[in-house]
Nanobody, 119 residues
Framework: QVQLVESGGGLVQAGGSLRLSCVAS????????MGWYRRTPGKQRELVGT???????NYADSVKGRFTISRSSAKNTVYLQMNNLKPEDTAVYYCNAHSRTPGTVLGSWGQGTQVTVSS
């Protein structure tokens, strides 16, 4: 199993920036990609973006051009840099690890980190 800890959430005004961190531990050798997700009350979890072990990234259309996913040199920490935040970005943000098997997550869905964007 992979253990994941998210941090960096908080309250920010619209147009501001925030940087989230996700630290992975455990069987990190199994990880082929990392993903950032978010969820608001009454909605299902939404994929924000992913980064592969090779460094390739993909983003949801709603955050494209504003959010950037990066990885530490040690590859055990993934970041989500969020710029030009909008109120609709308000959500609990989660990270998870993926194996090479499509649709498989390696970690449990934890408490995430709350991001609140005010108008």
């Amino acid at each position: 199993q992979v253990q994941l800890v998210e941090s960096g959430g908080g309250l920010v005004q619209a147009g501001g920036s925030l940087r989230l961190s996700c630290v992975a531990s455990g069987s990190i050798f199994e990880i082929s990609a990392m993903g950032w997700y978010r969820r608001t009350p009454g909605k299902q979890r939404e994929l924000v973006g992913t980064i592969t072990s090779g460094g390739s990234t993909n983003y949801a259309d709603s955050v494209k051009g504003r959010f950037t996913i990066s990885r530490s040199s040690a590859k055990n920490t993934v970041y989500l840099q969020m710029n030009n935040l909008k109120p609709e970005d308000t959500a609990v943000y989660y990270c998870n690890a993926h194996s090479r098997t499509p649709g498989t997550v390696l970690g449990s869905w934890g408490q995430g980190t709350q991001v609140t964007v005010s108008s």
